[in-house]
């Protein structure tokens, strides 16, 4: 069954590096996610990504966080300036329509 | 608006005994209603979801969820938890896509731990 993969499973960064988290979505789907959940609490939306454009986005997903996908087959979320506070987990998700798929995350932990 | 609101933080339940994890959501248009379900230092998955047509809902290993409109309620149920089902449950409403892309909002989870 295909499956959403996500890379690294775990990274560890400074404050103020800029990390990139990568996603091989499902091939066949149209539609790009990412979610994150802090240790705890509950998953929130970042943003969604549709026909190579951000198709909505969230508070959370300032100018710090960008979205590419590169080449057709990557998805990437990108953070310029880690700060503590987005130590989290990372989930990507892709869908054909309304049902998502979503990946194992990333741990990001921001010391 | 979309929101979603889980009314139980921590469900503790026996084994072999019967359990129903609370949601009620809100949204002005149709919606998509899922279960999703993590176990500890796991992904989510998808437990069950309700797109339209027979309001009950079942899933592979025996857990069930009704679509109630009037209640706006999507409440998941099992007759008879196992140990393996401790685990912290997600409801999620979705709005069908109408912003070119299905966003899912997320309740704040219940955790369920079974007791032998």
């Known amino acids: 069954e295909p499956e959403v993969t996500q890379t690294p499973s775990h990274q560890v960064t400074q404050m103020g590096q800029e990390v990139i988290l990568r996603c091989v979505p499902i091939s066949n789907h149209l539609y790009f996610y990412w979610y994150r959940q802090i240790l705890g609490q509950k998953v929130e939306f970042l943003v969604s990504f549709y026909n190579n454009e951000i198709s909505e986005k969230s508070e959370i997903f300032d100018d710090q966080f960008s979205v590419e996908r590169p080449d057709g087959s990557n998805f990437t979320l990108k953070i310029r300036s880690t700060k503590l506070e987005d130590s989290a987990m990372y989930f990507c998700?892709?869908?054909?329509?309304?049902?998502?798929?979503f990946g194992p995350g990333t741990r990001l932990t921001v010391t | 608006a979309q929101s979603v609101t889980q009314l139980d933080s921590q469900v503790p339940v026996f084994e072999e005994a019967p359990v129903e994890l609370r949601c009620n959501y809100s949204s002005s248009v149709s919606v998509y209603l899922f279960w999703y379900v993590q176990y500890p230092n796991q992904g989510l998955q998808l437990l069950l979801k309700y797109l339209s047509g027979s309001t009950l809902v079942e899933s592979i290993n025996g857990f069930e969820a009704e679509f109630n409109k009037s209640q706006t309620s999507f409440h998941l149920r099992k007759p008879s938890v196992h140990i393996s089902d401790t685990a912290e449950y997600f409801c999620?409403?979705?709005?069908?896509?109408?912003?070119?892309?299905?966003?899912?909002?997320f309740g704040a989870g219940t955790r369920l731990f079974v007791k032998a």
């Open positions: 999620a409403v979705s709005d069908g896509g109408r912003t070119g892309g299905f966003k899912t909002i």
């Open positions: 998700a892709s869908s054909y329509n309304y049902e998502q798929y």
